[in-house]
């Protein structure tokens, strides 16, 4: 998929062959077999990967997944996507990803320990805060992130705080972080909002899921915007009010009963009828392929913000464009946390640590700065955004090869 996307917008960009064999693989790919002595006292061995796909714009810059059915085909994929989104705001940053094949829940915590450790003896050469540079993802929490900041400040004799981010603040982190996925697409739902000429203090807006991302929306678009949330869903079903949503009734209720139906004053609706209601936003912030060639058609919303990765499928597209939907894609909607990250790196190399507010601030002119220019390439090109994003980034990235010679 991920170079199906590139070979479509190589052919509107018109680029050279030589380019696309340049950008439809990746720089570097490091497998590594991790031993870890077992609370048995075992040794299992587990494999792991490292994918930097390119970093002609910077250090490689992406997440550590911990899954069991972990391939290095899905990390090289996620690692081109980290490339291209890095781009598209603009970042000095190259795309890169990593993942261990394991089942957290099946090992303890001293296991899991020594099993971060591991992976970095193994892979620590390839790393650092100016080579690649490591984040949280799928099971992967700031515990383990500091495991392994540790340890790869003891390999390299000092401190290395900005060999990854996602640290908890007293270790290195950022102020902002938890929310920046969600404040970033709340910029770029305003700028759609005014390029609609919708008043977003005045609008509707149905979320699909409420884990960290889709609680977080929930309430700064309440709290910092004005919006109404009328509907949220998590995966048991959804929850209505025309009225708007009490959001910290909901979070309440999700916490003392792990689902968000029967929270005080809604009504219980399907998941499919979150995303069908007649509001102006919505917000999937779940998995992917929510909306489908099966239910694009029933969408009454003016803009769709993709805060999940990969909600849309490409039929999808296809019918939300031809009926005017605003689609915000992905990769420029919930890039607010890859761009907090950037700023946990800066701030770890200065050593001074800014407000959440100086945080919002700089993401806000991050995320409104490319938006305005995903619209424009999508207006330019006579595409739809998410095409119009990979035009902005490719072309950066392209530029940036043959600046430096490399093409
Ligand atoms: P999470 O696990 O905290 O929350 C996921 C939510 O989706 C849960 O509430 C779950 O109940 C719900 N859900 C699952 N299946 C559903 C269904 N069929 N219908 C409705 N709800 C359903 O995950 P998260 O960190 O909030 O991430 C959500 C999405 O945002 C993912 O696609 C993720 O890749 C993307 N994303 C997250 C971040 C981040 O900073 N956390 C950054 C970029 C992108």
Known sequence: MAQEQLYACAKLLDLEDDVVR??????????????????????????????????????AKGGIRFHPEETVDTVRALAAWMTWKCALLDLPLGGGKGGIICNTKELSEGELERLSRSYIDRIWKFIGPDVDVLAPDVYTTPQIMVWMMDEYSKLSGKNQFGVLTGKPIIAGGSAGRGDATAMGGMYTIREASKELGIDLSKT????????????????????????????VSDSKGGVYNPDGLNIQEVIKHKA??????????????????????????????????????DNAGNIKAKILAELANGPTTPEADEILYNNGVHVIPDFLCNAGGVTASYFEMVQNMYMYYWTAEE?????????????????YASKNHNVNMRMGAYAVAVTRVVDAMKLRGWI
Do not use: C, W
């Open 256 to 293: 003392e009963t792990k689902s968000v139906i029967n929270a005080p004053n809604t009504q219980t609706i399907t998941n499919n009828e979150v995303l069908e209601l007649d509001v102006d936003i919505i917000i999937p912030a779940a998995l992917e392929n929510a909306i489908t060639k």
């Open 359 to 375: 945080v919002y601030e700089r993401l806000d002119k991050k995320m409104t700065k490319a938006y305005h220019e995903v619209l």
């Open 204 to 231: 509707t807006i149905a979320i699909q899921g409420f884990g960290n991302v889709g609680s977080s929306v929930a309430t700064l678009s309440q709290e910092f915007f004005g919006a109404t949330v009328v509907a």
């Open 22 to 59: 340049m950008l439809e693989n990746p720089m570097q790919q490091v497998q590594v077999s991790v031993p870890v002595k077992m609370d048995d006292g075992t040794t299992n061995v587990f494999q792991g990967f490292r994918v930097m796909y390119n970093n002609v714009l910077g250090p």
